[in-house]
């Protein structure tokens, strides 16, 4: 089972920031966070990972709190282009991913 | 960036045929690529984990007769929906783990499946 919960949608203007946020209380210490998205009837793409501390990168940014229970992934300028579902994501025993339902991220003009 | 082909890309048989899809790491080596199928509306499920030269892992409620996995080199491994039937329409996403990486994965495009 996902060891993530995430809100099953959210709506995002364009050109303003899209705040995606994830619950992972239960994930270890040791076990990182991954972003990944998946535009409809495409494989995911991979967004952006982290531990502990925040990591930005390209894409996105992503907020860890100090005690690791979530996470919040931040699309600076949300475009048209962005409307997917964002899946975070923990890792399971033989390094797959387990997904779960997702943020179905709609952005409107 | 590292990238997966999945072929073909959409796929439509009769009932009791088989079909392979293919999955291949363009530009990297891949010890491990795991095989995930999506129903409309829900989320990727993981059917099994293919490793390089050894036998795949099924995971519970996937029958390893029905989907045969074969990873025979580092950059493919094929997935065989034997005996297909309409249950089995789907779409079938691999992914690619970098060899010595715990952190890099990549998924292919994903086989839309029509079973009729």
């Known amino acids: 089972d996902a060891k993530t919960t995430q809100p099953p949608s959210m709506d995002c203007a364009e050109g303003r920031a899209a705040n995606l946020p994830c619950n992972h209380s239960t994930i270890s210490g040791n076990e990182y966070v991954y972003w990944y998205r998946q535009i409809h009837s495409q494989g995911p793409q991979y967004i952006i990972h982290?531990?502990?501390n925040n990591e930005t990168n390209e894409m996105a940014s992503l907020i860890i709190t100090e005690d690791r229970k979530s996470s919040t992934l931040i699309l600076p300028h949300a475009t048209l282009r962005d409307t997917a579902v964002y899946y975070c994501?923990?890792?399971?025993?033989?390094?797959?991913?387990?997904f779960g339902k997702g943020t179905k991220l709609s952005v409107k003009p | 960036g590292a990238v997966v082909s999945q072929h073909p890309s959409w796929v439509i048989c009769k009932s009791g045929t088989s079909v392979k899809i293919e999955c291949r790491s363009l530009d990297f080596q891949a010890t491990t690529m795991f095989w995930y199928r999506q129903f409309p509306k829900q989320s990727l499920m993981l059917m099994a984990t293919?490793?390089?030269?050894?036998?795949?892992?099924?995971e519970q409620g996937v029958e390893k007769d029905k989907f045969l996995i074969n990873h025979a080199s580092l950059t493919l491994s094929t997935l065989t929906v034997t005996s297909a039937h309409p249950e089995d329409s789907s779409f079938y996403i691999c992914?690619?783990?970098?060899?010595?990486?715990?952190?890099?994965?990549?998924f292919g495009p994903g086989t839309r499946l029509t079973v009729l």
């Open positions: 982290g531990l502990k």
């Open positions: 293919s490793n390089e030269g050894s036998k795949a892992t099924y």
């Open positions: 994501i923990s890792r399971g025993s033989q390094g797959n991913l387990i």
């Open positions: 992914s690619a783990k970098l060899a010595d990486s715990y952190n890099e994965q990549f």
